[in-house]
C-alpha cells in the first residue's frame, strides 16, 4: 500500500528565505506521481507541482520546485524567497491506483508552515 | 473559469441528525471526488464518481454514509445518522480525466462539520 510520510508538524522560517519541506514516500508501483498541496486557512487545497516518477528532470513552478530524489524516495517541495501570503499546512501527496486506470490521491499528515516577517 | 463550489461552508448538528453536502465540480469534468479531513491529518477518500457511476466506495461507512452523482455533474453526499467521529471538514475535488500520469485534482473551500 501506498504511504507518505511528512515528518515536520511545524516549520517557522522568515520572510525571503527559502524552505524545504520533507516528504516520503512508499510505494511497490514503478509508475506513480507526487503531488504537493497548500492549504490556507480558509479550506481549500490548492495545487502547487507535480512530480512523475519517470520524469528526467525536476519539476518547478514559479517559486515551488520539488527536489525528487527517486533512490532516497523522498520529495521535498522548496519554496524560495517566502513571503507572508506563503504561512499555511502544506500537503505532500502519491498518486494511487485503484481499479481500472482510476486513480486516488493519499495524503501525508501535513506540515504547518509559519513565515515570520 | 469557476473552481469548485461547495456548500454550506459550515454546519453545526446534534449526534443522530442528518446532514448532507452538495458539490458543482468544474465545468467539464468527468471525476469528483469525496474527502474527509479530521482536524490534524490528511484528506481521506470517501467515494470517487466517474460521470454518475461510481469507482470507488470502498472507504465509505455505508451505514450512514451515501453519495450520488445525478447527470454526472452535481453531487450530494449525506450522513444519517451523524456520529460525533464524523466532526471534519469534507471536501470536494474533480478532476478532468479518471486516470492519467499527472490528472491534477482541484479541491473545493470544504464544509467544516461540527456534531455535538
Known amino acids: 500500500a501506498q504511504k507518505i510520510t511528512q515528518t515536520q508538524p511545524g516549520m517557522f522560517v522568515q520572510e525571503k528565505e527559502a524552505v524545504t519541506l520533507d516528504c516520503t514516500y512508499d510505494?511497490?508501483?514503478?509508475?506513480?506521481?507526487l503531488f504537493w498541496y497548500k492549504q490556507p486557512s480558509s479550506g481549500e487545497m490548492i495545487f502547487l507541482i507535480y512530480?512523475?516518477?519517470?520524469?528526467?528532470q525536476n519539476a518547478t513552478e514559479g517559486r515551488y520546485s520539488l527536489n525528487f530524489q527517486k533512490a532516497r524516495k523522498s520529495a521535498n517541495l522548496v519554496i524560495s524567497a517566502s513571503q507572508l501570503g506563503d504561512s499555511a499546512m502544506y500537503f505532500c501527496?502519491?498518486?494511487?491506483?485503484?481499479?481500472?486506470?482510476?486513480?486516488?490521491?493519499?495524503f501525508g499528515q501535513g506540515t504547518r508552515l509559519t513565515i515570520n516577517p | 473559469e469557476a473552481g469548485v463550489a461547495q456548500s454550506p461552508r459550515y454546519k453545526i448538528i446534534e449526534k443522530r441528525q442528518s446532514v448532507a453536502f452538495w458539490c458543482n465540480p468544474i465545468?467539464?469534468?468527468?471525476?469528483l471526488y469525496w474527502y474527509q479531513q479530521i482536524l490534524g491529518q490528511g484528506p481521506k477518500l470517501l467515494i470517487q464518481?466517474?460521470?454518475?457511476?461510481?469507482?470507488?466506495d470502498s472507504q465509505l461507512p455505508k451505514d450512514r454514509f451515501s453519495a450520488e452523482r445525478l447527470k454526472g455533474v452535481d453531487s450530494t453526499l449525506k450522513i444519517q445518522p451523524a456520529k460525533l467521529e464524523d466532526s471534519a471538514v469534507y471536501l470536494c475535488?474533480?478532476?478532468?480525466?479518471?486516470?492519467?500520469?499527472?490528472?491534477?485534482?482541484?479541491f473545493g473551500a470544504g464544509t467544516r462539520l461540527s456534531v455535538l
Open positions: 475535488a474533480s478532476s478532468l480525466e479518471v486516470g492519467g500520469r499527472k490528472n491534477i485534482q482541484y
Open positions: 510505494t511497490s508501483d514503478p509508475s506513480y506521481g
Open positions: 512530480q512523475g516518477s519517470y520524469d528526467q
Open positions: 501527496a502519491m498518486r494511487a491506483n485503484i481499479i481500472q486506470g482510476a486513480q486516488k490521491l493519499v
Open positions: 465545468s467539464g469534468h468527468a471525476t
Open positions: 464518481f466517474q460521470n454518475n457511476g461510481v469507482v470507488d
